[in-house]
C-alpha cells in the first residue's frame, strides 16, 4: 500500500550532516512516529497526506482495525508471537491497495507499537451508494481477507485464533470545522463502531457458547500416550473439541472464550462427563487423562458426582484415572487446593501437571502437590534437538521428577530427533503426531502395556 511521500523514505539518519535545520528536525519527529515492527507511521505523521486526499475528493473515509481486541494472543504466546502477527496485517494491508482498497489509500497505526490500524480512503463522487455503505464494503473486504490469512498455515496451529474489530466513519470537508479535529473525531468515531461490532459479536459467541454447554456438542479425541523406549501404550489424553469450523473448534479457544464469560467450570464438568461416556471403549489397565481446570476439583459436582462412583462395567479402575491439571496460574489458595488433591487421592485417582515449561508452575508448586505424572508442554519439545536451553531445562525436569517419584511425559513430539533428545535428557514417556494424532477412533492394534 502506498506511504505518502516524503514519509515512504523510511526514518530519518540522526547522524546526516545538516542535523540542526528545521527539516531535518521535521523529520526526526516523524522517524519518532515510525514503528520498526511494521514499518508505519503512527497518524499523527500522515494529517498532511490525508489533507491532501481532499484535494481529490470532498470525502475520505477511515477505517479503524484493532487485532487482537481481547488481548488472547499477547496473553497466551507473548508479546513477539503478536509483534509478528502486526508485521503479517501490515504486510496483508499494503496488498489490499487496487482490491479492496483504492491505490492512494493511506494505512498507518494509532500509535507506536499499537495493535490499532487506521487506514484513510478517499470516497469517489461518482461512487454508487451512500459513503457509509462504500465502507461497509471496504471494511467486509479488509476482514474477509484477514479472516482468510489467518486460517492459513501460518496461525493453525494458534488457539484461540487471531480476531479483530472493525469499525469506519466518514470525513466530510466543512469550512466552519478544523480539518485535524475533523480527524481525530473520524478516528475516534471509526474506534467505538470498532468496540461496538465487537461487543455484538462476543454476544453472539456468548449464546453459541450457552447452547454448546447445553446440548452437549462436542467431540471427544483421544490421543496415545507411550512408554517412548519401548513405544507401547500406556494410556490416553482426552481433548474435547467444539463445534468444527467455528471459533470454539480448538479446546484452548474453547476454553479461553468460558473463562471471559464466567463460564469454565460448567464447560469443564461437561467435558468431563462426555469424556467418561466415551471411555466406555477403553480396556482394562488403560490409563485416562482427564484434563480439569483447578475450579472443577473445589466443585461438589465434580467430586461426588463425577468421581464418587463410576458407572457399573466401566472397564477401567478408578485408579488408572489420572487428573490432567492445567492453567495452575489460576490458583488463587493452594492451602484448599492442596486439601482437594489430597482428598481425590485418597480416593485413588491419579494427577498429573500439564503444560510444564509454559506459564508459571514452578518447582515448589509441583514438588508441594506431589504429581504421579509431569507433562512437559510441546512448546518446550518443539525443536528442542536444536536448543540447549531447552535441553538443560527439561533434563533439570526429569531429575527433580525422580526425587518426587513422578513420570515425565513430553508432549508433542513430532519428530525422531525430538523423541532421542528428550530422552536423552530423562523423559520415559511421551505423546505426538510422531505416534498418533487425536482420533475418535482407539489405535486397532496395540502392542504389550509396558508396566509403570
Known sequence: MKRATPVDQGPPDPGSPDDSTPRTELL????????????????????????????????????????????????????????????????????????????????????????????????????????????????????????????GIDFRSMAPRPTLAIGSAVISEHPFYRLERQIYRATEEASLSASREESRERGRQHVELKRIIREQNIEILFQPILHLESETIIGYEAFARGPRDTVFETPRSLFAYSREVGMSAELDLMCQRTVLRQARRLAAGDK?????????????????????????????????????????NSIEDYKMFDSEVTDLRSRGIGMSIDDVGRGASSLENISEMGPDFIK?????????????????????????????????????????????TVMRCGATHGQGYLFYRPSRELPAMKARRQEM
Open 288 to 328: 485416562l487423562f482427564l484434563n480439569a481446570l483447578p475450579a472443577s476439583l473445589l466443585d461438589p459436582g465434580f467430586r461426588e458426582g463425577l468421581l464418587g462412583d463410576l458407572p457399573e462395567g466401566f472397564p477401567i479402575a478408578r485408579e488408572d484415572i489420572v487428573l490432567d491439571i492445567g492453567d495452575m
Open 28 to 151: 526526526r519527529l516523524r522517524g519518532a512516529l515510525f514503528d520498526p515492527n511494521t514499518e508505519l507511521y503512527s497518524a499523527p505523521a500522515l494529517l498532511e497526506s490525508v489533507r491532501g486526499l481532499f484535494q481529490r475528493t470532498r470525502t475520505v473515509g477511515v477505517v479503524h482495525l484493532e487485532i487482537d481486541p481481547q488481548g488472547r494472543v499477547e496473553a497466551v504466546y507473548g508479546w513477539q508471537v503478536l509483534d509478528g502477527l502486526l508485521r503479517t496485517v501490515a504486510q496483508e494491508l499494503r496488498l489490499l491497495a487496487g482490491g479492496s482498497l483504492p491505490a492512494d489509500a493511506f494505512v498507518c497505526q494509532s500509535g507506536i507499537y499499537s495493535e490499532r490500524f487506521l487506514i484513510f480512503a478517499p470516497i469517489a463522487r461518482g461512487d454508487q451508494g451512500s459513503p457509509s455503505g462504500y465502507l461497509g464494503r471496504t471494511c467486509r473486504g479488509i476482514q474477509e481477507h484477514l479472516e482468510k490469512r489467518f486460517a
Open 376 to 420: 512437559v508442554d510441546n512448546a518446550m519439545v518443539r525443536n528442542i534437538d536444536k536448543s540447549m536451553i531447552k535441553q538443560e531445562i527439561v533434563r533439570s525436569l526429569c531429575q527433580a521428577a525422580v526425587a518426587m517419584d513422578a513420570v515425565v511425559i513430553a508432549e508433542g513430539i513430532e519428530t525422531r530427533e525430538e523423541l532421542a
